[in-house]
């Protein structure tokens, strides 16, 4: 009886629920002819959110890495600044900074890069850009990146802030540059403590990129809303819709705290 309480009393019932919810709601679909076109009529939405999740996490990771090292900086301008932009983007909501990209930023972008190349466009060896030539989807995928970059900072910023100064100091003494420390010595370290927080990051921002719906990029909300809208199946659409970023994001939750299990393990050995 013992071993059979113990299991009981660890088995994550809310993951048992959503395993069922989720059974039944494929069974539908694998079923019932209805959930069968939603679905087919979803799936390249569902393309389009999976590639500008990957492609923003990509350039906020980016993004975020140089603005945590150079609030590092010994140059007190770039530390200033690296505060700046956390600070002003992470009070930012993705909703405002989606619209600000796309309908403000994205045309003073167009006419910086105007400027900057105007003697070889005057010279008839470039062409001359036009805002309506930045697709929304590249709009979409910036703001995403600009506003997830600020939250990757700070999470690159309390991993390095982990690695121990004696280690720094040592490799100091050896006479390794700042850039060999970095790559051989802190960034090995810290990506233990950084890797876990990045995962949920990045589920955070496939559930965000349905904001990018408001664009009209073709994503899983956006093509939910044409088809709900022309056939008025709004409870088997939203169903379909749910049912794709649970799976999404479940999966990968999953996986992340898994990742973290494996880590605590190898700690303690």
């Given at each position: 009886m013992m071993p059979l309480k113990k299991t009981l009393d660890r088995t994550p019932w809310w993951?048992?629920?959503?395993?069922?919810?989720?059974?039944?709601?494929?069974?539908?679909?694998v079923a019932n002819h209805s959930y069968q076109k939603i679905a087919g009529a979803?799936?390249?939405?569902?393309?389009?959110?999976?590639?500008?999740?990957?492609?923003?996490?990509?350039?906020?990771s980016a993004i975020g890495l140089i603005i945590a090292l150079a609030g590092f900086s010994k140059w007190r301008i770039l530390r200033e600044f690296?505060?700046?932009?956390?600070?002003?983007?992470?009070?930012?909501?993705?909703?405002?900074?989606l619209f600000y990209i796309a309908f403000v930023g994205a045309s003073e972008m167009v006419h910086l890069y105007n400027w900057l190349l105007q003697w070889p466009i005057e010279a008839g060896w470039?062409?001359?850009?036009?805002?309506?030539?930045?697709?929304?989807?590249?709009?979409?995928?910036?703001?995403?990146?600009?506003?997830?970059?600020?939250?990757?900072?700070?999470v690159f910023r309390a991993g390095i802030q982990e690695v121990s100064k004696g280690q720094i100091e040592a490799?100091?003494?050896?006479?390794?540059?700042?850039?060999?420390?970095f790559r051989l010595i802190i960034l090995p370290q810290a990506m233990r403590k950084i890797l876990p927080p990045l995962g949920?990051?990045?589920?955070?921002m496939i559930k965000d990129s349905a904001l990018v719906s408001v664009l009209g990029v073709q994503?899983?909300?956006?093509?939910?809303?044409?088809?709900?809208?022309?056939?008025?199946?709004?409870?088997?659409?939203?169903?379909?819709?749910?049912?794709?970023y649970l799976?999404?994001?479940?999966?990968?939750?999953?996986?992340?705290?898994?990742?973290?299990?494996?880590?605590?393990?190898?700690?303690h050995h």
């Open positions: 993951l048992v629920a959503t395993i069922i919810i989720g059974i039944v709601l494929l069974w539908n679909m979803l799936s390249n939405g569902l393309l389009t959110t999976i590639g500008v999740t990957l492609v923003a996490f990509l350039l906020a690296a505060r700046f932009y956390v600070e002003i983007f992470r009070g930012i909501p993705v909703l405002v900074l470039m062409e001359k850009a036009r805002t309506r030539d930045f697709d929304m989807l590249w709009r979409a995928i910036l703001a995403l990146s600009i506003s997830y970059s600020a939250f990757i900072a700070e490799a100091q003494s050896l006479g390794l540059s700042s850039w060999l420390r949920n990051d990045f589920v955070a994503d899983i909300t956006q093509l939910a809303k044409v088809y709900s809208s022309s056939t008025f199946q709004f409870f088997e659409t939203y169903n379909v819709v749910a049912f794709m799976t999404l994001t479940l999966s990968l939750s999953l996986l992340i705290r898994a990742f973290e299990a494996h880590l605590r393990r190898n700690d």
